[in-house]
Nanobody, 121 residues
Framework: QVQLVESGGGLVQAGDSLRLSCAAS????????TAWFRQAPGKEREFVAA????GRTYYADSVKGRFTISRDNVVYLQMNSVNPEDTAVYYC??????????????????WGQGTQVTVSS
């Protein structure tokens, strides 16, 4: 069982930057596929970005060019040029290496508790 802990959320203004972090109880996420999802009030949880064990990255169209996912022993989500539509609870998710897809919540085995990001206009 892997426990994930997110940090770095908060209240920012439109155009600001924010960096989220996801740490694992196992000590490293290098051997996992790891992703960030977000969920706004009244909406379904949606894919934001993912990084595979080999370092390849994937992004939702809505964040491409603004957000960057990266990893050392911790997985980060660098959020630049945020806007009010980015307001949501952001969740870190991970799974061992497999051939499953990357963009559905059901593709992941482990989840963090979430961190709130609020962007004011």
């Amino acid at each position: 069982q892997v426990q994930l802990v997110e940090s770095g959320g908060g209240l920012v203004q439109a155009g600001d930057s924010l960096r989220l972090s996801c740490a694992a109880s196992s000590g490293t996420l290098r051997s996992y596929a790891t992703a960030w999802f977000r969920q706004a009030p009244g909406k379904e949880r949606e894919f934001v970005a993912a990084i595979k064990w080999n370092g390849r990255t994937y992004y939702a169209d809505s964040v491409k060019g603004r957000f960057t996912i990266s990893r050392d022993n911790v997985v980060y989500l660098q959020m630049n040029s945020v806007n009010p539509e980015d307001t949501a609870v952001y969740y870190c998710a991970a799974r061992p290496v497999s051939n499953r897809d990357l963009v559905r919540p059901s593709d992941y085995d482990y989840w963090g508790q979430g961190t709130q990001v609020t962007v004011s206009s």
